[in-house]
């Protein structure tokens, strides 16, 4: 499995982000951000109205399992709960990126 996660905006305009394949991590934490990904039930969440997040940061998860992939972008105000534990791990993880 593919995620890859992507933070942008807010005050700062500061883009992390962090890319990894879980078959490449060791097989405990692959485990566990594969039970994370289950979780969060992203593949059956419905994508928030961001329209509105003036200044807010905005976040974009794609999981990719081979078969499809799904993305979903949220800002701070529409982070589905379920989806929070898996948004953490990711964020504590992120990077300072180029925006693209």
């Not at 991590?25 to 997040?53: F, N, W, Y």
């Not at 979903?72 to 898996?86: E, G, I, T």
């Amino acid at each position: 499995m593919k995620i890859s996660f992507r933070q942008s905006g807010g005050y700062t305009g500061l883009a992390l982000g962090y890319e990894v394949d879980t078959s490449a991590l060791p097989a405990d934490e692959g485990a566990m951000l594969k039970r994370l990904v289950d979780e969060s039930g992203i593949e059956d969440l419905v994508q928030p109205d961001t329209s509105g997040a003036r200044d807010l940061t905005l976040y974009q998860i794609t999981i990719d399992n081979g078969d499809a992939a799904r993305t979903l972008s949220y800002d701070d105000m529409s982070l589905p709960d379920r989806l929070a534990p898996l948004h953490r791990y990711l964020q504590t993880r992120a990077r300072p990126r180029p925006l693209r």
